[in-house]
């Protein structure tokens, strides 16, 4: 017979369980994993193979704050890959970057200096201010594509003047927006920064891209910098994790850092399986996703869409008021196909798992728009004109538009 003690433990238990697959029946997982293959809002929404399921439960269980086996392999080969001599495994791009970021940062005041449309100054919460208490020097690149040396050597701020944060940190970003930083500019950058000795950072969360397109080594794309952040869960498919790479004082620094952000992590071995299997299988694919990427920019030119940031890699940034069509009509109009199209904004996100038949479907859309606003009376060569004649082709604009929504 049950005691009263049995009896109240057996009311928590009852209360406590959940069966998540019974409360989850009904989203289909083969029916999301067909929806991802038709999104381009972003490379992070890839999802983990069966193939790769089975590969990471054959992983070591340790606890990674007490040196869990699989993840310290896994940094050891990330540490051989990019030639510095530690690495650290992070649950996030961001992490890894705001890590790396205050690693460096000793003892303000202090400012760190980057592309205008750098991750780090943009898409992070303000993280570099709150993490660090860094100034943050966000440079417009002269060229349109890339900072250049002339660039930081213009902005850069150097010496003793009470007025201003010194420079401690020169933070690039490869690839940005898609698009590839020339090595040349990286390398004078770098023996400029050292010998004013400023420290350079790399957000290298799609250095795989670069490689892949280039034939570079990943070790010569990071030799130029102290620390790199690399990401496993954008374009390599893993479903979650980044790695923080750089001499070994400054990783045993950034493990501590690790800790104190809430991010030392438990049985992590499953995931740092995911990523290794996503180096042997996943990195041969990005030069498909590129190819498809090319496809989807070219179909975008040849209706007379305006393309906004050329799609070198992963993505393409593109303007269809150029042909008279706006965001939200082609989102909208996305989204109620046979067969709904994911889109959220101007930045068109091609990943290992996109379908090409949804960049047909998407380019085919695009270009029965574009048709209705001609026979409604839309001119491109009188929009055009008035473009280039507005006196403001050379301002800055942001050409990320986000969050653009499906209507009711």
């Not at 050891?76 to 996030?92: C, D, I, Q, V, W």
């Not at 891209?209 to 080594?217: L, W």
């Not at 090409?356 to 270009?367: G, I």
């Amino acid at each position: 017979m049950a005691t009263g003690i049995d009896a109240r433990l057996a009311k928590v238990a009852d209360e406590v369980k959940f069966d998540i697959l019974t409360e989850t029946q009904e989203l289909d997982n083969e029916k999301q994993i067909r929806q991802i293959t038709r999104a381009f809002v972003s490379d992070t929404i890839t999802v983990p193979t069966k193939e790769m399921y089975a590969y990471a439960v054959r992983a070591s269980v340790g606890d990674d704050v007490y040196h869990e086996p699989s993840t310290l392999a896994l940094e050891a080969h990330m540490a051989r890959l990019t030639g510095k001599e530690a690495a650290l495994f992070m649950p996030s791009g961001t992490m890894s970057n705001q890590i790396g970021l205050r690693t460096h940062l000793r003892q303000p005041p202090y400012s760190v200096l980057c592309d205008v449309r750098a991750h780090i100054n943009k898409y992070e919460a303000g993280g570099t201010a709150f993490h660090s208490g860094a100034h943050t020097i966000p440079v417009t690149p002269g060229n349109g594509h890339h900072l250049t040396l002339q660039d930081v050597q213009a902005n850069v701020v150097l010496g003793y003047d009470v007025h201003s944060a010194p420079t401690e940190v020169v933070s690039l970003e490869n690839t940005l927006n898609g698009t590839i930083f020339p090595q040349e500019e990286i390398v004078a950058i770098s023996e400029f920064a050292h010998s004013k000795a400023i420290k350079m950072h790399l957000d290298g969360a799609r250095i795989w891209h670069v490689a892949a397109s280039t034939g570079t080594s990943i070790k010569e794309l990071c030799e130029p910098f102290d620390s790199v952040s690399l990401c496993f869960s954008k374009g390599l498919g893993a479903p979650v994790g980044s790695c923080l790479v750089g001499t070994k004082e400054y990783i045993s620094k950034a493990r501590w850092f690790r800790k104190l952000f809430g991010g030392g992590m438990r049985q992590i071995g499953i995931l740092a399986a995911s990523a290794a299997y996503a180096l042997m299988h996943n990195f041969p694919r990005l030069i498909t996703a590129h190819e498809l990427t090319q496809r989807l920019e070219q179909g975008l030119k040849d209706i007379g869409v305006e393309i906004t940031s050329p799609g070198e890699t992963c993505m393409v940034f593109y303007d269809p008021s150029s042909v008279g069509v706006e965001f939200d009509e082609i989102v909208d109009r996305a989204s109620k196909l046979p067969e709904p199209i994911i889109l959220a904004g101007s930045r068109l996100v091609v990943h290992i798992q996109t379908s090409p038949a949804a960049v047909e479907d998407f380019l085919k859309l695009v270009s029965e728009l574009a048709e209705e606003k001609r026979k409604a009376g839309f001119d491109p060569a009188q929009y055009k004109a008035q473009v280039n004649g507005n006196g403001h082709v050379h301002t800055y604009k942001d050409i990320y538009v986000r969050g653009v929504k499906p209507k009711n």
